[in-house]
Each structure stands twice: as C-alpha cells, then as structure tokens.
C-alpha cells in the first residue's frame, strides 16, 4: 500500500506523504493551512496529496480549497454534502490513500516552521 520514489540523481529513496484534512466550516482557517503545508521544504520526503475531506461545510470552505487545487494539483477536495462526523472522514482519507505514510491534521492549525516535523517523520520510518 504504501509507497516510495527512487530519485535517480542521488540513488536515494524518498518517501511520499500524504496529508488528510476533515474539515466543517473552516473558511477562516482552510487558505493558511494549505499554504502553511505547501510551503514546507520537502527535503526528505515528496508530498504526494492533500486530501480535504469537506464534512458538509456551507461557509464557503469547498470554494476555497477548488480555487487553491486548481494551481497545485496534489491538492484533492473530497465532498458530497454530507454530515457524516469526523471519524467517517478520516476513514475517507485512509481509503484513498496511496503513500507510505499519510499523516491527518485538523483543519483549524497552520504549520509555522518550513522546516517541519514531516522530514524527521520520513527520516525514521525509511
């Protein structure tokens, strides 16, 4: 199931990451966090998706994820709707996901420092 990418150049294997996002609501959150995680240096890893999985959000949270996934296509809104609670939307994500390692943030934090836990994360598991 999980998956990784030899990059050729230095004869290394990188791990893929994705990232699962179960968000209501988060019009005042959503833009920062997607930019928060697309800003990170990637160094030791290659971020493969970012699943927004919309739980029936009315305030314009679906909006603002298409507009931002137009531009960076490894950006995936999931929605139908629904109120299914969070727990249904996090098993969503794990449905979907490809990578060797998926990682499920809430969709009201933002990831301040470029250099962030997600390389120490790639480091230890491969």
């Given at each position: 199931?999980?998956?990784?990418?030899?990059?050729?150049?230095?004869?290394?294997?990188?791990?893929?990451?994705?990232?699962?996002?179960?968000?209501?609501?988060?019009?005042?959150?959503?833009?920062?966090?997607?930019y928060?995680?697309?800003?990170?240096?990637?160094?030791?890893?290659?971020?493969?998706?970012?699943y927004?999985?919309?739980?029936?959000?009315?305030?314009?949270?679906?909006?603002?994820?298409?507009?931002?996934?137009?531009?960076?296509?490894?950006?995936?809104?999931?929605?139908?709707?629904?109120?299914?609670?969070?727990?249904?939307?996090v098993?969503?994500?794990?449905?979907?996901?490809?990578?060797?390692?998926?990682?499920?943030?809430?969709g009201?934090?933002?990831?301040?420092?470029?250099?962030?836990?997600?390389?120490?994360?790639?480091q230890?598991?491969?």
């Amino acid at each position: 199931m999980g998956s990784c990418r030899n990059n050729q150049t230095m004869n290394k294997i990188i791990p893929t990451i994705s990232i699962g996002i179960p968000v209501f609501n988060e019009k005042e959150n959503i833009e920062n966090l997607l930019y928060s995680i697309l800003k990170q240096s990637k160094k030791n890893y290659l971020l493969e998706k970012v699943y927004v999985v919309s739980d029936g959000s009315t305030d314009g949270t679906d909006k603002i994820v298409e507009k931002i996934a137009i531009k960076f296509p490894q950006i995936q809104l999931i929605k139908d709707g629904k109120r299914n609670g969070k727990v249904e939307r996090v098993k969503e994500i794990f449905k979907k996901n490809s990578s060797g390692i998926i990682l499920i943030l809430d969709g009201d934090m933002i990831l301040g420092n470029k250099e962030c836990w997600f390389c120490e994360i790639s480091q230890l598991c491969f």
